[in-house]
């Protein structure tokens, strides 16, 4: 009868040396598949990075021959002085997009989030807000930082850094920062 417990309980349940090997495969597998997961985000922030810079890039090639039609390529961006600005302004669909030298301004608001259609959060006053992109400037820098939503913060060293015309002969630098992705 002894024996035919032991048979019995042998039959529906697995040995101490089977859950072992099992436990041990699965550590190698998490082991070797971690690091190809994490290194797939990483890739998709970039990916997500270049396909802004080549949005952005898109939205400038339609925007520079109408400001320079206009005869606004040779004005810098806006004086952050003046209260307002219109002097160097194109309006496209009844929105006025602020340029420097014909080029888009680095400004999100009033420039950017009217150019593509995605929403601009500021993350550093808003980031618990959703949104499409992320941006961070510092009100008289001629630069700006788009992030993405999962690397927000500048800090993480994960974005497209866009700095404005400086001249009439000097265009847009666009850089992609991506340390940190």
């Not at 510092?138 to 700095?163: E, H, V």
Request: negative net charge; proline residues 4%; hydrophobic residues 40%.
């Amino acid at each position: 009868m002894l024996n035919k417990t032991m048979n019995f309980m042998r039959k529906n349940g697995f040995t101490l040396i089977e859950l072992v090997v099992v436990i041990i495969i699965l550590a190698i597998l998490s082991v070797v598949a971690i690091p190809r997961f994490i290194e797939l985000q990483s890739d998709a922030r970039i990916s997500s990075l270049k396909g802004l810079k080549g949005e952005m890039h898109g939205a400038m090639s339609v925007l520079y021959p109408k400001s320079v039609l206009l005869g606004l390529q040779n004005k810098p961006g806006e004086d952050a002085n003046k209260e307002t600005d219109d002097e160097n302004v194109i309006i496209i669909d009844g929105q006025k997009i602020h340029l420097a030298y014909g080029y888009p301004a680095a400004d999100s608001k009033k420039a950017w989030s009217i150019l593509i259609m995605a929403t601009f959060t500021d993350s550093a006053f808003n980031d618990d807000e959703p949104g499409d992109w992320y941006f961070h400037n510092i009100g008289d820098d001629n630069f700006i930082r788009f992030m993405t939503q999962t690397k927000k913060y500048s800090g993480d060293l994960c974005y497209l850094k866009y700095t404005e015309a400086t001249s009439p002969t000097t265009p847009p630098v666009f850089e992609i920062v991506d340390s940190g992705c």
